[in-house]
Every structure is written in C-alpha cells, then in structure tokens.
C-alpha cells in the first residue's frame, strides 16, 4: 500500500465500504502531517464564546486569539495552523464547554491562516462522517484564502470507488489540507461611528438587484485593477451611474464567500451567481482588489460606506437553505466534517441528505446551533458590516419545522423578537422545491416577498396571454388578495417583471424559448415556462419595425413595474437593454454574458430607454400617490364620490363586476392624490396629484373616454411610452370627456387637474 492510497487496508477488506473500525480515528495515510509538528505553540483554556476566531488581549494583557468551534459529537477537535510556505502546526483544543471546543493561542495575531481537524466515528449509515485527514473551514471564517478546486482529496470519501452505489460509505484517507482555502483571523477595530444608513422606509425604496463582479467588470470609467471588486462598485463612476438611475439600495447576489461545483470546473465553468455558499461571515475573497488575507473585509466596509454615503442602501443575498457541500457524494468542507447529523437535516435513511433546496443538501434550522450560526452571521452583516437587509434564497426551507413550512418555526420567530434584525429589511424569496414550498403572501409582518405572481401578470399581459383582467388589477393595486393581512402594507410586495433568474427584459421580448447550450447542459436547464414574446422574430434580427416593437415593449414592461404599488425591484443593466442571448439561466456565466454592456449606454434606442427608467423614478419619488403605504379602501372618500382608487373601461365608465371577467387588452387605473391615508413627520395630511394611467396591450390603438367630473376637468400627459425619445415629457393636454386614441401597445401617465 503506498502513501498515496487514499483508504487503509481494513476498508479494502470490506466489500460493502463499512470499515472493520468504523469509530476509530486516524491520521492520514498519504505521508503529509503524519505526525505531529516539532514545535507546538502554547494553547491556553480561552472562552467559549464568541465562536470562531477573535484576535484580542489575553490573560496578562497579552495579544492572541481565541478560538471557539461548535462541534457536537466529536470526540476531539485540532486546530491548524498555517505558514506562508503551507506548513502546518496542529494544537489540540482540549477545553470542552456545551460542546464548543475553545482555546487561546498567545502571539497569533491578524493575517494568520487556519483551519480545523475533527476527530469522530466514521458511520454514514447513521450520518456519522468525522474524517480527521480533511481540513475543514471554520463556519464563523471572517475571512477566507484561497480557492476550492475539489480535487479527490477533498471528499470525506473515496470519490471514485469502484462500487458507486456505496461509495460515499468508504472513507478517504488522503490529507485535504493542500487542496482546500484557509480561514484567516481577522482584527475587528471599526465602529462605524462616521456612517450614516440612509434608512429609507420600504414604501420609498427601489430595488436594483446587481452582481458585484458583473456590475463594473466592463465599465470603461472604473480603473481596470478595480473591475469586478468591492472597490469598483464604490467608484464614483459606479456610483453615479445608481444615483442618476434613482435606486434607493443595491440588492447584491451572494457576497458570502462560495464554491465552484465539481461538475462546472469539470467544464472549465464557475459558478457565477454565487448561490453555492460555504463561509457565511466571509466576504466572498474573488471580489476583492486590496488582497485576500483579511484586506477583503475592509474593502467591503468601505464600499458599504460609500454607497450610504450616496443615500443607497446594502441588501445581500443570502443563501442559509443549503451549503456547497452538496449530497452524500459532496465534497468535505466545512459542516459535514464538523457534525453532519447536527448541520444537516438527514432522511430516514441517514446516509441520504433531505433536500428541499435542489442543492443536494438543506440546513437543519431546527437545531439550536444552526440557528445560532445563521442569525450571528446575520447580526455579523448587519453591526459589523454595515448591510442594510437581506433577501433571503429559498426562504421557505428556513421556515420548516421538522418537515412541513411553518409560519410559526424557530427561525421565523427569532427573527421577529431578535432586536437588530427585527429592524432591517427582510425579503423572502417565499417557496422551496419541497412539497408545500410555495407561500407566496404567507410570511408575517415585517417580511417582504418577492411577488412572482404580480411577474406572471404583467407579463401576461403585455404579451397578450391574460384570458382577463383580475388577477393585473391586484397586481397593480398592491396585491391587497396576499398582503392585506396582520397588519402588512402594499410594500410587502416586492415588485418584479424579471431577476437574475431567467430572461433579461430585454431577451423577454427577443426569445420565447431558452438558448442555454453554453451552459453545458445541452439546453435542460432553466425554466421553460417564460412568459415570453419575441415580437415575431427569434434572437436579435435587423428587421427594425420588430426591434422598434421591441423597444416599445421595453417601456411598457418598465412603466408598468415603477407605477404599481409595492416596492419596484430593477435587474442592472435593464434599464440599457441588456442581453443575454437569450440564457434564461446564465449562473455559470463568467464572462461577457452575464457582465454589464456599459457601452449600450452610447446607442440612442437605449439611451432612451435609461432616460426613461430615471423619469419614472423622479417622479414615483415625487409623489407620494405612487408609493403609497396603506392598501387603497375603493369606497368613495368624500360626498361627491370620488374615490382613492377607480377602475375604467375605454368607453370612460368605471368597471363592473362583468368587466373583469371580460377578454380585455385596455385599462385605466384612478390614483386619487386627495385620499392618501396617514400624515407627515410633522403630523400634516399628505395629498399629492392625482394621475389616470391607461394600459393598452392590443395591437391596434383603441379610442379611451376620458373620465369627466369628480374626477377630473383637464388631463395632462406626463408619459407616453409610444414615444421613442423619453428625455422630456409630452406636452399634451385634453379635456375631461374627450376621446383620445391611445396608441397601440403603449402605457399613458396623464396628470389629472380636478373638477
């Protein structure tokens, strides 16, 4: 048996892959760290708490850190460490309290690498999978070096056995510590005393979801050494581009430091989107430009920073449901080699992962300790980086109990009485893949969710699939059918025609089918059902009557999603006519696909569409009509009956019960300006404008009766999407009463002056 052999000879004898001596623990066998180091630094008892690595002052004020590791189950835990060479030091922690091994090792001080050993019984058939020869990630790393590359040595088992099926029950022996990134101690010193959180309330913010690298990886005004970092989206050149928008926060896909899967880089692919995490206090180390041993988590502070500094808020995407240790077959990084049966929620059979995330593995919220994981990671974003809020992937998996999606569930209810994250803003992505996992208007007061049944609607309509107008008016109204309930408000409803999963707005209507072949999949992934029309030609064509067509829709799709009620949430690069090339699933997509085309910005067709998107938010921000903060009552307010919100027809009359029911491709939504409830800093009644917007997805323009008294006596154009150039309203004004003609495939925004 050589060095290298990646099993010992007693799991050779054993056909079925259970070893002769399942409980026993061992070095590893492939020559690496056999024994123990010549010199071993001092470890002094510590503190249990706070877990993970904190640099501080010891007994006698003297400078080390504490380690703290929750390793239920283990039967002893090493810690390592590492020098610039890679040569390991293992000191034993043998101070044990409520599970939590914990030591103090004077002299390591900021910059140092480590990692852990956890020494247990190795018996997968009852989810036992301690294997001392992997080196495995602190899951409080404030900082991490290095990259995962998933080589075979770092599987708790041997990947390529022979007998696959039970593969994952024959323990690798082959040291993982070359192959694997460290955890590097990182030295808390800011306070945050100079930041100000712009703090804007719900019903005034706009979401503009961006990816960190995709944002400024191609933007010609960031300094090439900053594309694609932390520090380029707190460019200045960055910066402007979000503040001429008039986005209130960045809703950043996953920060927290992820791995690459095994059958991506087998592609030579990565993973792009980041939902694959594995270090959830740790800035995700390949977005920062200042370096890797700890600097990532300054620059992250500064960007933070810089953003408020500019009045826009930070919500991360964060991805608690599962980790990038995957199923059974899963590499070894962090929890699975710490206590899989305490991490991970386990089938019956406990070699088997319950999965409800399709990721192969989900977090076992139930148990106290991972609870205590993800909401100190939560409090970590919040206290010590600044983060405004957080969205939460695949939020119903959290909300399981023991197997069915709870309201009522540990987590759901730590969060509500938890005193700094019961006051940021939370997002529910609000379904799983499990069964029962989709609980879309079921979360409690103070989540938001994204709405994709208001997503469904609006694009129904717009291309022409909508039998009715029932389920658009809901949408449009604040979606009072989900929310209007215990106590929530319309801007429980997070607004979105498109997200980073799935078309851009601009394939939306461009493409009807999927083009994701350069994902390697041969076109299986991603969703089939779009909701899509491509204006009568598929992909890019130079027939100009459908790219105008196209650009019209464009407009349409924007102005309704910034008119409704609810929270809007933007996609970077929507606003310019980003493409995918019709990728409705471009996670894997380093590189041009998924990057910003800042020079789309030098075309006039989508400069138009930019100017465009930054009218309708300087006008949503000025007037309080379009962001309101109750749901609308539809009853007359005042003797002469008008009312907060009307519905009409083309002929100029308010809708009947029939109407709704009827085949319709015209709508005209009343926001009456004199009825918004609730008052002012200062206690004053709040009244604004009142505005009429017409919907019309025929494609012939259609005659529309303006309504007359009470509603209104003169009505001025403020939006016509009809028109190609956007940089100015129109100047159009009309009677009450009059027959306009809207335009085919067109949105109207018209000022109402009263009777």
């Known amino acids: 048996m050589s060095s290298a052999d990646p099993i010992s000879a007693e799991q050779q004898a054993v056909p079925d892959g259970r070893t002769a001596h399942d409980g026993e623990r061992r070095r590893a066998v492939n020559g690496r760290n056999s024994g123990p180091p010549p010199h071993r630094p001092a470890v002094w008892p510590g503190a249990p708490t706070p877990l993970g690595a904190r640099f501080r002052a010891g007994p006698d004020g003297v400078s080390g850190t504490n380690f703290a590791l929750w390793a239920g189950g283990a039967e002893a835990v090493e810690l390592c460490l590492f020098d610039r060479d890679g040569s390991e030091t293992r000191c034993p922690l043998t101070e044990l309290t409520h599970e939590i091994w914990h030591g103090f090792v004077p002299g390591v001080q900021p910059g140092q690498r480590y990692g852990y050993r956890v020494h247990g019984r190795w018996d997968p058939w009852t989810g036992a999978r301690w294997n001392p020869a992997k080196l495995v990630l602190d899951p409080y790393a404030r900082a991490v070096d290095g990259d995962f590359t998933l080589p075979p040595e770092v599987y708790g088992h041997v990947r390529d056995w022979p007998q696959q099926h039970v593969a994952d029950t024959v323990r690798d022996e082959r040291d993982s510590a070359p192959y694997v990134p460290k955890a ?42 900053l594309r694609g970092t932390y520090a380029g989206l707190a460019h200045p050149a960055a ?127 139930v148990q106290p300790q991972v609870l205590r994981l993800i909401t100190d990671s939560l409090r970590y974003w919040v206290t010590e980086m600044g983060v405004d809020g957080f969205r939460f992937d695949l939020a119903a998996a959290l909300a399981r109990s023991m197997h069915d999606v709870d309201m009522l569930s540990p987590f759901l209810a730590v969060i509500a009485q938890d005193p700094v994250l019961r006051r940021v803003k939370l997002i529910a992505e609000p379904w799983d893949v499990g069964n029962g996992g989709y609980q879309v208007g079921a979360f409690p007061p103070l989540w938001t969710e994204w709405n994709d049944r208001y997503r469904d ?84 064509t130079d027939d100009e009557r459908i790219n105008a067509l196209r650009r019209r829709q464009l407009r349409n799709l924007l102005a309704t999603l910034l008119l409704s009620t609810g929270v809007p949430m933007l996609v970077a690069g929507d606003e310019m006519g980003r493409t995918q090339g019709g990728n409705n699933n471009a996670y894997c997509q380093d590189n041009p696909t998924g990057w910003i085309d800042w020079s789309l910005l030098d075309s006039p067709g989508w400069r138009t569409l930019f100017d465009l998107t930054s009218r309708l938010l300087a006008l949503r921000q000025a007037h309080p009509v379009l962001r309101r903060r109750a749901f609308f009552s539809g009853r007359p307010q005042t003797a002469d009956g008008l009312r907060d919100l009307a519905w009409f027809t083309p002929r100029g009359t308010e809708m009947t019960e029939q109407n709704w029911y009827d085949p319709a491709a015209t709508l005209g939504l009343y926001l009456s300006g004199r009825d918004i409830p609730g008052r002012d800093a200062r206690g004053a009644k709040v009244t604004d404008d009142s505005f009429l917007v017409v919907l019309h997805a025929g494609h012939r323009p259609v005659s529309f009766v303006l309504p007359g008294p009470p509603w209104a006596e003169v009505y001025d154009t403020v939006v016509d999407t009809s028109r190609e150039d956007q940089s100015a309203a129109p100047a159009d004004s009309h009677r009450a009463g009059a027959t306009i003609t809207v335009p085919a495939r067109s949105v109207l925004l018209l000022r109402v002056k009263p009777a």
Not at 197 to 221: M, N
Not at 521 to 528: A, I, K, L, V, Y
């Open 184 to 225: 590097v101690v990182v030295h808390d010193d800011d306070d945050w005393s100079d930041d100000r959180r712009p703090k804007t309330p719900w019903a005034d913010s706009v979401i503009y979801e961006l990816h960190v690298r995709g944002f400024t990886q191609l933007h010609p005004e960031v300094p090439e050494k």
């Open 457 to 540: 609607a609006v694009r129904d309509f717009w291309r022409g699939a909508l039998p009715d107008v029932r389920d658009l008016g809901y949408r449009l109204s604040g979606s009072s059918d989900l929310y209007a309930w215990g106590g929530r408000r319309p801007y429980a409803s997070i607004n979105f025609v498109t997200a980073h999963d799935g078309f851009t707005l601009r394939d939306l209507v461009s493409y009807e089918q999927k083009h994701n072949e350069a994902n390697g999949e041969s076109n299986r992934d991603g969703t089939n059902d779009n909701r899509s029309w491509n204006c009568g030609a598929e992909g890019e």
């Open 239 to 365: 910066i402007d581009h979000l503040v001429r928008l008039g986005v209130t926060a960045v809703e950043l896909l996953p920060v927290h430091h992820f791995a690459h899967e095994d059958h991506l880089q087998r592609r030579g692919l990565r993973n792009y989107w980041g939902y694959n995490s594995i270090g959830y206090f740790a800035p995700h180390a390949a977005y920062s430009a200042s370096g890797t041993g700890g600097q990532q988590v300054g620059e992250f502070k500064r960007m933070v920073r810089a953003l408020h500094s500019a009045g826009i808020e930070v919500i991360l995407d964060v991805v608690y449901n599962h980790t990038a240790e995957a199923g059974e077959l899963g590499p070894t990084l962090s929890l699975r080699g710490i206590d899989n049966r305490g991490y991970y929620r386990l089938q019956p059979d406990a070699r088997r992962y319950a999965d409800y995330t399709g990721c192969g593995n989900t977090l076992h919220v």
